[in-house]
């Protein structure tokens, strides 16, 4: 079964009076790509919340952020009351020192590097809170690919009836370039028997027959139908067993992209031309539908 890229979870869980809330968006990308926004009293999470996440995901750009609410400014924050009576000590001597009279901003004061500090856990509040993070952060996982599963089921229907239509479109094409040489022949002995009629001459049977040959080797088809057929084949059975199959199904419809070109610039019939332009137009709708799989 297939999955989509994109997906939303959350979750949340409760410490000490602090809610932890943790919410996941992914979109399309064709590789997996992580952006994680922590507070900075749980920045320490990084390395294990990008591990959960690739462990769980293999594609797309994950945005996840971690929010705390509920918590105190005292259980977040602290001021470094040192560095701040230092600093307004400074100011008010070099005021004093050049006879500029002014006066202190507080807010600007917080604002300097240094001055306002997170507080950071000791060793066993850090394990609860790395307990309790990486375990709603599993439960939002699992609820994003339950929406990546949801979605993933009208994306391979969408990609079933395609490769339908592009197997009854390349079943016409094959019954139909099994008789194109015989037609071709057809053609060329008329013509051929109208333009000497006058002259009372006979067809050189030997040279239809080699100009016959030249134009079935030339437009044989065959190869590139049992190919395309192939790849369609493989393309469904890994719709149907593998969950994970995007890279694979990208590269499988620019190989059938490929079997129909060539198929098109050999056919020497103007229906199958036009069968294979509709397989053509199949095809891109597949690889336009691939880029939301994983």
């Not at 996840?64 to 701040?84: H, M, P, T």
């Not at 790395?130 to 339950?146: F, G, H, P, Y």
């Not at 929406?147 to 197997?167: P, V, W």
């Not at 002995?189 to 067809?203: F, I, M, N, P, T």
Request: hydrophobic share 40%; aromatic share 4%; charged share 30%.
């Amino acid at each position: 079964m297939l999955n989509s890229m994109t997906g939303y979870g959350t979750a949340d869980g409760l410490l000490d009076g602090i809610c932890y809330a943790v919410e996941i968006k992914a979109v399309n990308n064709r590789y997996l790509k992580t952006i994680i926004k922590l507070p900075e009293t749980v920045a320490f999470l990084e390395d294990d919340i990008d591990k959960c996440l690739r462990r769980n995901l293999s594609r797309g750009t994950i945005n996840y952020v971690l929010r705390l609410k509920g918590a105190s400014a005292n259980a977040l924050f602290e001021i470094d009351e040192a560095a701040l009576r230092f600093i307004v000590e400074k100011l008010s001597t070099v005021g004093t020192s050049v006879g500029v009279a002014g006066t202190i901003d507080m807010a600007s004061l917080l604002e300097l590097p240094g001055v306002v500090q997170p507080i950071m856990p000791d060793e066993e509040e850090s394990r609860k809170v790395k307990e309790l993070v990486l375990k709603i952060t599993q439960e939002a996982l699992d609820r994003l690919r339950q929406m990546r599963q949801a979605e993933g089921k009208f994306l391979q229907a969408d990609l079933k009836g395609n490769c339908d239509a592009i197997a009854q479109e390349l079943a016409v094409v094959k019954q139909r370039s099994d008789g194109v040489v015989n037609e071709y022949a057809k053609r060329l002995r008329k013509r051929v028997d109208e333009l000497l009629a006058e002259g009372k001459l006979k067809l050189d049977e030997e040279t239809l027959a080699r100009e016959v040959a030249i134009l079935a080797d030339r437009s044989d088809i065959s190869e590139e139908i049992a190919r395309l057929d192939a790849h369609l084949q493989q393309f469904q059975q890994i719709c149907e067993t593998e969950g994970q199959a995007g890279r694979r199904l990208d590269f499988l419809s620019q190989e059938m992209l490929r079997e129909a070109n060539t198929t098109a610039s050999k056919a020497a019939d103007a229906e199958i031309v036009r069968r294979v332009v509709d397989i053509k137009c199949l095809i891109e709708r597949l690889k336009e539908q691939i880029q939301n799989v994983e």
